[in-house]
C-alpha cells in the first residue's frame, strides 16, 4: 500500500474510532431522554434534524449526485433505517438492552460474510480471528445472561442491515460525493421513522402527530445526537470507508458497546470484570486487524449493483 493511502486509512481508522467514541456516549443521553419521548418519535427528529442542518450549512451539496448516486443513498439509508427500526421493536417485544447490544454488534460478523460473498473478496485467517476475538468481547461487555425468541431474532435482522449498510458504503462512498451521499441517507433514515412514528409503530388505527420533546434535557438530547453523533458521525464514516475495507471498519465500530460501557461508569455504574476483559478483547482485534501484513488494500471498486 501507498505510503499516502496508508496515512489515509490510519486516519480513517481514528475518524471512525472517534466516532464510535461519541455513539458510546450518547448511549447515556438517549437511554434518559427515550424514558419521556416515543423512541421511534425521538429518532425521527434525531435524523431529520441533522438532515435539515446539513442541507442549511451546504445547500448545493445534492447537486454533487447524479441518479445513481441518490439511489445509492436512498439504499444505504434504507439499510441504516431498517437497522434502527429493527432493534427498536426487538427492544420493545422484550429483548433485553445487554443481549440487544451484543446481537447488533454481531454485524461484525455479517460485515466480512456479506463482503465475500457480494464483493467475491476473500477474508483472511487474521481478519477472522479479530472477528471472533470482537464476538467474544462484545459477548463479555453486553451479555448478563443469554435467551432468543422473537426479539432477539429482529435484532439479528438489525444486525444483518448494519453489515450490509457497511459492505454497501464501502463500495458507493468512493464513487460518489461523502457529503451529499451522507446526506441522503440520514434524510431517508428520518422518513422511515417518522413514518413509523406517525402510524405509533403501525399499530394505530390512524396517524398520530409526532410527539414533541418535552423538556430541555430532551432537546440537548436531540442537539447532541443530531448534529454530533448523526450529522457529523454519519459523515466522518461515509468519509473513512473510502480508505477502510468493510470488515476494518466493522472490528473498529464494536467499540461502540465498549464505549457505552465505559461511559455508564462515568455516570456511576460499576465496572465489572467482564466489561473491562470484553473490552480489552475487542481492542485486542483492532490491533490484529490493524498488524495485518497481508491485508488487502483498502481502496478500490468493487462491482454492487449499479
Do not use: N
Not at 425468541?149 to 464513487?175: D, M, Q
Not at 422511515?192 to 402510524?199: P, Q
Not at 465505559?262 to 482485534?285: D, I, K, Q, S
Amino acid at each position: 500500500m501507498p505510503a499516502r493511502d496508508g496515512r489515509a486509512a490510519t486516519l480513517s481508522v481514528l475518524s471512525l474510532l472517534g466516532v464510535t467514541l461519541v455513539w458510546g456516549w450518547t448511549f447515556v443521553i438517549v437511554k434518559d431522554a427515550v424514558a419521556r419521548i416515543p423512541v421511534l418519535d425521538f429518532l425521527a427528529w434525531r435524523f431529520l434534524v441533522a438532515a435539515l442542518v446539513m442541507v442549511l450549512a451546504r445547500p448545493a451539496s445534492l447537486r454533487r449526485l447524479d441518479r445513481r448516486g441518490v439511489a445509492h443513498g436512498l439504499g444505504l439509508g434504507a439499510l441504516l433505517g431498517g437497522g434502527y427500526v429493527a432493534q427498536t421493536f426487538g427492544l420493545s417485544i422484550g429483548t433485553p438492552a445487554g443481549v440487544s447490544g451484543f446481537l447488533t454488534g454481531m454485524a461484525v460478523v455479517f460485515t466480512p460474510i456479506f463482503g465475500g460473498l457480494l464483493l467475491r473478496r476473500r477474508i483472511g485467517p487474521v481478519a477472522w480471528l479479530a472477528v471472533l476475538l470482537a464476538t467474544a468481547g462484545l459477548a463479555l461487555t453486553s451479555l448478563r445472561g443469554v435467551s432468543f425468541g422473537a426479539g432477539e431474532a429482529i435484532t439479528l435482522v438489525c444486525a444483518a442491515c448494519f453489515g450490509l449498510h457497511v459492505v454497501g458504503l464501502s463500495v458507493w462512498s468512493p464513487r460518489d460525493d461523502p457529503y451529499a451521499l451522507a446526506v441522503v441517507q440520514i434524510a431517508t433514515v428520518g422518513v422511515v421513522c417518522l413514518a413509523l412514528a406517525a402510524g405509533a409503530g403501525l399499530s394505530a388505527p390512524a396517524p398520530r402527530v409526532l410527539a414533541v420533546p418535552p423538556d430541555a434535557a430532551v432537546w440537548l438530547a436531540l442537539a447532541v445526537t443530531s448534529i454530533l453523533a448523526t450529522a457529523v458521525g454519519y459523515l466522518v464514516q461515509t468519509w473513512a470507508q473510502r480508505h477502510v475495507s468493510p470488515t476494518r471498519t466493522a472490528v473498529v465500530l464494536t467499540m461502540e458497546p465498549v464505549f457505552a460501557a465505559l461511559a455508564a461508569v462515568l455516570y456511576g455504574e460499576p465496572l465489572g470484570w467482564a466489561t473491562a476483559v470484553g473490552g480489552a478483547m475487542v481492542l485486542a482485534a483492532m490491533y490484529l486487524v490493524e498488524l495485518d501484513p497481508r491485508r488487502a488494500p483498502e481502496t478500490g471498486v468493487e462491482r454492487l449493483g449499479p
